[in-house]
């Protein structure tokens, strides 16, 4: 009930959809053919292919960011607190709210992904599925981030500038815009960042998936970066739960 609950949410934010649909097209109608054309000729479509990989990353982290907003707009309607009072633990309240929050940004993400697969093509049916399946644990991933992140701050204005920040933070020092062989030979320290990056560990296994990675890195099935997500999944759901139940024990949103 709680995940099917955020999902008919999200469905209610016709514009906003509209929006981040009219973005993704401008990134890479836009921006991903310019970008495209600075880099080394023999190597424009390829970066093409990898720049819209990368654009569907940062549209599934962004969607999957959102949970946290509808959370202060429930504080601030006086929902927070209906909730707690349902015949609903805690922990099953903030577990379901992370998968519903995953689940939704796949609902908004693909359609593009489609849009995103006819472009760049598809090598690989099975590594698709694999990285497809794994991306579902970046998605729960961040919704629990988000969560724990809002629940922690209970301050709208201080939950949007930090979720800003780190957005702007996390997505740069990722490998969404700039192949990793790129990035090492510009900036050794940059490169070694972007290693622990959630992001980076999404944003190669949907090339790895779509099968463009292995013309821009030297790695071969990236199950690094399978294990990183399973690691960031696992923390953020434990943290997640741990947090929110200490956090509101006894008090609600106050």
């Given at each position: 009930?709680v995940?099917?609950?955020?999902?008919?949410m999200?469905?209610?934010?016709?514009?906003?959809?509209?929006?981040?649909?009219?973005?993704?097209?401008a990134q890479i109608?836009?921006?991903?053919?310019?970008?495209?054309?600075?880099?080394?000729p023999?190597?424009?479509?390829?970066y093409?292919?990898?720049?819209?990989?990368?654009?569907?990353?940062m549209?599934?982290?962004?969607?999957?960011v959102?949970?946290?907003?509808?959370?202060?707009?429930?504080?601030?309607?006086?929902?927070?607190?209906?909730?707690?009072?349902?015949?609903?633990?805690?922990?099953?309240l903030?577990?379901?709210?992370?998968?519903?929050?995953?689940?939704?940004?796949?609902?908004?993400?693909?359609?593009?992904?489609?849009i995103?697969l006819?472009i760049?093509g598809?090598?690989?049916?099975?590594?698709f599925?694999?990285?497809?399946?794994a991306?579902?644990?970046?998605?729960?991933?961040?919704?629990?981030?988000?969560?724990?992140?809002?629940?922690?701050?209970?301050?709208?204005?201080?939950?949007?500038?930090?979720?800003?920040?780190?957005?702007a933070v996390i997505?740069?020092?990722?490998?969404?815009?700039?192949?990793?062989?790129?990035?090492?030979?510009?900036n050794?320290?940059?490169?070694?960042?972007?290693n622990?990056?959630?992001?980076t560990?999404a944003?190669?296994?949907?090339?790895?998936?779509?099968?463009i990675?292995?013309?821009?890195?030297?790695?071969?099935?990236?199950?690094a970066?399978?294990?990183?997500?399973?690691?960031f999944?696992?923390?953020?759901?434990?943290?997640g739960?741990?947090?929110?139940?200490?956090?509101?024990e006894?008090?609600?949103?106050?």
């Open positions: 009930m995940v099917e609950r955020d999902l008919r999200f469905l209610q934010y016709k514009f906003l959809i509209i929006l981040r649909t009219i973005w993704f097209v109608g836009f921006f991903g053919l310019i970008a495209s054309r600075m880099v080394v023999d190597l424009a479509d390829i093409f292919e990898y720049y819209i990989a990368g654009v569907i990353i549209m599934l982290y962004s969607a999957s959102f949970i946290g907003y509808d959370i202060f707009e429930e504080a601030e309607h006086g929902v927070f607190e209906y909730l707690l009072s349902l015949p609903v633990s805690r922990r099953e903030v577990f379901g709210r992370s998968i519903g929050g995953g689940i939704r940004s796949f609902i908004f993400v693909g359609p593009l992904i489609a995103s006819f760049i598809l090598a690989n049916p099975l590594n599925l694999i990285a497809f399946s991306l579902f644990l970046f998605a729960f991933g961040v919704s629990g981030m988000s969560i724990t992140i809002a629940v922690g701050l209970k301050s709208s204005d201080r939950f949007d500038i930090l979720m800003g920040a780190l957005n997505v740069r020092l990722s490998t969404t815009m700039y192949p990793q062989a790129f990035v090492q030979d510009a050794q320290a940059y490169a070694a960042l972007t622990f990056n959630p992001v560990f944003s190669d296994l949907f090339r790895w998936g779509v099968g990675e292995k013309y821009l890195t030297m790695s071969p099935m990236p199950l970066a399978i294990i990183g997500l399973v690691i999944f696992s923390a953020f759901t434990f943290v739960v741990t947090f929110y139940e200490r956090r509101l006894g008090g609600g949103w106050k």
